[in-house]
């Protein structure tokens, strides 16, 4: 698939999105199994819960573990997209469940990841929020001092794939707020390639959202570490 006429054109490079990436079946089956997993799977936090796949990234390396295959089947098919350092793979998948007027503070998914991510939104819409980091001139040698702009947003449907690359990955930071509705307004870059049409202030109820965010880790090891160091 070329993801030529996905590109959204009003944001900055690179963002592509995909509206009924999967099929309603394939959605279903993804909740199904996401709520089948063994409790002890779970890691919750103060405003969600989560499962890692394929191990837990780690500045020394992630230690890989088997994937199943009702995920493994979706990792594929974004594997086959090519937008992975050649012949890579995804080899990691974060599944994120928020319920309506749960969110997640602004932040960059960082250097342990190949820079791309790939989301993949089931049972809910919600809508990606973006703001610039920008630093003066003191503050660039410092990561963690960083002041927020708000800039522009995504409205993620249900079934849809979003995948962000090169200057969005490396210079913005993304959230999704916390609240239970969601107000359309022209922050949101992608509504011309959504499967619905939609109106400017129209006002949407969340739902409960299940995040498969899929990506490539490219240091793995056999060998399991002692994190604690």
Same mark, same amino acid.
């Given at each position: 698939?070329?993801?030529?006429?996905?590109?959204?054109?009003?944001?900055?490079?690179?963002?592509?999105?995909?509206?009924?990436?999967?099929?309603?079946?394939?959605?279903?089956?993804?909740?199904?199994?996401?709520?089948?997993?063994?409790?002890?799977?779970?890691t919750?936090?103060s405003?969600?819960r989560?499962?890692?796949w394929?191990?837990?990234?780690?500045?020394?390396?992630?230690?890989a573990?088997?994937?199943?295959?009702?995920l493994?089947?979706?990792m594929?098919?974004i594997?086959?997209?090519?937008?992975?350092?050649?012949?890579?793979?995804?080899?990691?998948?974060?599944?994120?469940e928020?319920?309506?007027a749960?969110?997640?503070?602004?932040?960059?998914? @960082?250097?342990?990841?190949?820079?791309t $991510?790939?989301?993949i939104? !089931?049972g809910?819409?919600?809508? /990606?929020?973006f #703001? *610039?980091?920008?630093?003066?001139?003191?503050?660039?040698?410092?990561?963690?001092?960083t002041?927020q702009?708000?800039?522009?947003?995504?409205?993620?449907?249900?079934?849809?794939?979003?995948?962000?690359?090169?200057?969005?990955y490396?210079n913005?930071?993304?959230?999704?707020?916390?609240?239970?509705?969601?107000?359309?307004?022209n922050?949101?870059?992608?509504?011309?390639?959504?499967?619905?049409?939609?109106?400017?202030?129209?006002?949407?109820?969340? @739902?409960?959202?299940?995040?498969?965010? $899929?990506?490539?880790?490219? !240091?793995?090891?056999k060998?399991? /570490?002692?994190? #604690? *160091?």
């Amino acid at each position: 698939m070329s993801l030529d006429k996905f590109v959204v054109k009003q944001a900055p490079p690179t963002v592509f999105y995909i509206s009924n990436f999967i099929s309603e079946a394939e959605e279903e089956m993804i909740i199904k199994n996401v709520n089948s997993v063994p409790k002890p799977k779970w890691t919750q936090l103060s405003n969600r819960r989560l499962q890692n796949w394929g191990g837990i990234p780690h500045p020394k390396g992630m230690v890989a573990e088997k994937i199943p295959l009702w995920l493994q089947t979706h990792m594929n098919q974004i594997g086959q997209l090519g937008i992975f350092a050649p012949g890579k793979m995804p080899n990691h998948v974060l599944i994120n469940e928020y319920q309506p007027a749960q969110g997640i503070m602004p932040h960059t998914d @960082g250097p342990l990841f190949h820079p791309t $991510i790939t989301t993949i939104s !089931c049972g809910s819409h919600t809508v /990606l929020d973006f #703001s *610039k980091r920008v630093r003066s001139d003191a503050e660039k040698n410092d990561a963690s001092s960083t002041h927020q702009e708000d800039d522009f947003s995504l409205f993620l449907e249900r079934r849809s794939l979003v995948v962000i690359q090169d200057e969005v990955y490396d210079n913005y930071l993304h959230s999704i707020a916390e609240v239970s509705r969601d107000i359309l307004s022209n922050k949101i870059k992608n509504l011309q390639l959504c499967q619905s049409q939609y109106e400017n202030n129209q006002e949407l109820v969340r @739902g409960t959202r299940i995040s498969l965010t $899929i990506r490539h880790v490219p !240091c793995t090891t056999k060998v399991l /570490l002692r994190l #604690s *160091k």
